[in-house]
């Protein structure tokens, strides 16, 4: 019998006494031998988490994108018209990349300046998603998860 693990975020944005919500769910089925090893769940858990974030952010960037007027300020830390405010890579990226690079065996911070050419710890949301991205392409396969 497969092991069931759901995973909810949501997040809602206020703005001039309006609000717009986006949420994700995400059910995946994993070995249930993933229970004597809490350590490998906890990891599988967490990239799910940053898999759900990663898509939650990706939806709030193209809403916020539809809302906003060229050359006003959407007040929520994203600037508007032809500037570009860079957003930090999000808490469960960051757990997803050191999950991942744990199981793999490599630095994280030295294959993110090989691979992208950037610092690990200034990664926007954009760029630890595509960090994410590859590392999953140096996962053997099969290893990961569904």
């Known amino acids: 019998m497969p092991l069931t693990i759901d995973v909810g975020l949501s997040r809602k944005a206020s703005e001039n006494f309006q609000s717009t919500g986006i ?7 994993l070995d249930q031998s993933l229970l004597a090893r809490p350590d490998q769940l906890q990891m599988e858990i967490d990239r ?9 952010d990706r939806q709030s960037d193209r809403l916020q994108a539809q809302t906003d007027k ?3 300020s959407g007040g929520n ?3 508007n018209g032809n500037s570009q405010t860079v957003v930090p890579m999000t ?3 960051n757990r997803a990349i050191v999950a991942i690079t744990r199981r793999l065996g490599i630095d994280a911070p030295g294959e993110c300046r090989s691979a992208l050419g950037l610092d690990l710890a200034k990664l926007s949301i954009r760029q630890a998603s595509e960090f ?5 392409t140096l ?8």
Do not use: M, R, Y
């Not at 799910?48 to 939650?56: H, K, N, R």
């Not at 996962?139 to 569904?146: A, D, H, I, Y």
């Open 48 to 56: 799910l988490f940053g898999e759900a974030s990663d898509a939650l």
């Open 91 to 93: 808490q469960a990226q």
């Open 139 to 146: 996962q053997p396969v099969g290893s990961e998860g569904p």
């Open 132 to 136: 994410i991205d590859h590392l999953k």
């Open 77 to 79: 830390g994203h600037a």
């Open 23 to 29: 949420s994700i769910n995400i059910t995946a089925e």
């Open 70 to 72: 060229p050359g006003s």
